[in-house]
């Protein structure tokens, strides 16, 4: 039996600080509401979780997000999203987000696993007002090579979308050696990670320039063991790509810049969700 879930988030600014009305039909649910910043702030902190803790065949979550005027909201997850092995049908996940004038987001959730023999898409939308602002990331982990369980068979489709400014789609396959295993592919590497700053509005050129170089002094120095690369591919949207052979590696570099961004952008220090170290 197909598990179905629908979560919708309603993110509105009550005096100091966002509220949010959440409203599920299945199982994917807001686990906890926080406030662990300054006050002053006023942002909150959803996480989300999925008590099946994976998807198969035929399987549909939607996540609708809406952001009222000036709200602030950071949502992740209490897990990994596993897609499982497939006998045909695929598994889909779809994010839509509508964020009015003023309002952030910052989209963090833990990585996604495509097991061998999965058939998974992940969609996302996000439709931004001029002056809303978003921080969002997106972490792929094909198998787990770790214990020895390879992405050997099926196929992944994921989007990012932000209509009529950028667009990004990538079908993986399995069996697309050329693509996986290519010196000019992803040379082996079966972790690939997306970071970035959109707007509804063009960021200017100095603005962008400094959240390109923030983004890259992320990526030098240290013992990480990715390959990186920040570009801007259009005036409302910086973005930082990352290959790693294990989730951790990108994972650490995605929080680094996750971190510089927002005190750039934002002028907000950061200190990763409690959730993330348990």
């Known amino acids: 039996m197909a598990w179905r879930g629908n979560l919708a988030l309603d993110y509105r600014r009550s005096g100091d600080r966002t509220v949010v009305h959440d409203r599920h ?5 807001v686990l906890k509401s926080l406030y662990p910043e300054a006050p002053e702030a006023g942002i909150c902190h959803s996480v989300l979780v999925h008590p099946p ?20 909201a950071l949502v992740t997850t209490l897990g990994a999203t596993r897609f499982y092995r497939s006998l ?16 952030r987001l910052e989209w963090l959730p833990l990585e996604s696993i495509a097991y061998s023999g999965c058939i998974g898409e992940n969609r ?15 972490v792929l982990a094909l198998g787990l ?26 079908a993986l396959r399995a069996e697309d050696a050329r693509l996986l295993d290519s010196p000019l592919g992803f040379a082996g ?11 509804g509005s063009p ?33 409302e949207v910086v973005v930082l790509r990352v290959l790693a052979d294990r989730v951790e590696p990108a994972m650490a570099l995605l929080v680094r810049a996750w971190q510089a961004w927002r005190l750039e952008a934002w002028s ?10 348990t």
């Open 25 to 29: 039909d299945g199982p994917l649910r």
């Open 53 to 72: 803790g994976g998807l198969v065949g035929g399987d549909e979550l939607h996540i609708d997000v809406e952001l009222g005027e000036g709200a602030h």
């Open 88 to 103: 045909g049908a695929a598994a889909t996940q779809a994010l839509v987000v509508k964020a009015a004038a003023g309002s």
């Open 124 to 138: 996302m939308r996000f439709e931004l007002a001029p002056s809303a602002e978003i921080i969002g990331w997106d």
């Open 145 to 170: 090579p770790a214990a020895e369980l390879p992405f050997v068979r099926g196929s992944f489709t994921q989007a990012i979308e932000l209509p009529g400014r950028w667009l990004e789609r990538g």
């Open 189 to 199: 590497r079966r972790v690939l990670a997306t970071l970035w700053f959109a707007a």
């Open 203 to 235: 960021l200017g050129e100095p603005r962008r320039d400094a959240l390109l170089e923030a983004a890259r002094a992320c990526t030098v120095g240290g013992a990480l063991a990715t390959a990186s690369g920040a570009t801007s591919p259009r005036p």
């Open 268 to 277: 907000l220090a950061a200190s990763p969700p409690r959730v993330w170290r």
